[in-house]
């Protein structure tokens, strides 16, 4: 089993920054087998959406909605990822969840992940 912890929500103005961070635990065999750490996001009244994935190799994946405004990488070594969001918009306001999966998948089906953290709120005032 892998536990995920989050970290790093908040409340802060349209055009600001936050930083979400993500912490793994568990079993040495469990965590050295993950692959894809990404993190999704769910809004009052909508669906989950992933925001961002990277895999242990460094490859990434971004919404549209995000993409060049989010940035996401790993730390292999301490078993975490990190969520830098900059020129946060009123619409980025949700709660954010990492999540961690030993596939290749980092994809935008929630339902392929097998590790879920309990998330984080970001509340982006207008």
């Known amino acids: 089993q892998v536990t995920l912890v989050e970290a790093g929500g908040g409340l802060v103005q349209a055009g600001g920054s936050l930083r979400l961070s993500c912490a793994a635990s568990g079993s040495i065999f469990s965590i050295n087998s993950i692959n894809a750490m990404c993190w999704y996001r769910q809004a009052p009244g909508k669906q989950r959406e992933l925001v961002a994935g990277?895999?242990?190799?460094?490859?990434?994946n971004y919404a549209k909605s995000v993409r060049g405004r989010f940035t996401i990488y790993r730390d292999n070594a301490k078993n975490t990822v990190i969520l830098q969001m900059n020129s946060l918009k009123p619409e980025d306001t949700a709660v954010y969840y990492c999540v961690a999966d030993p596939s290749n998948y980092y994809g935008s089906n929630p339902d392929m992940y097998d590790y879920w953290g309990q998330g984080t709120q970001v509340t982006v005032s207008s």
């Open positions: 990277i895999m242990r190799s460094g490859d990434t």
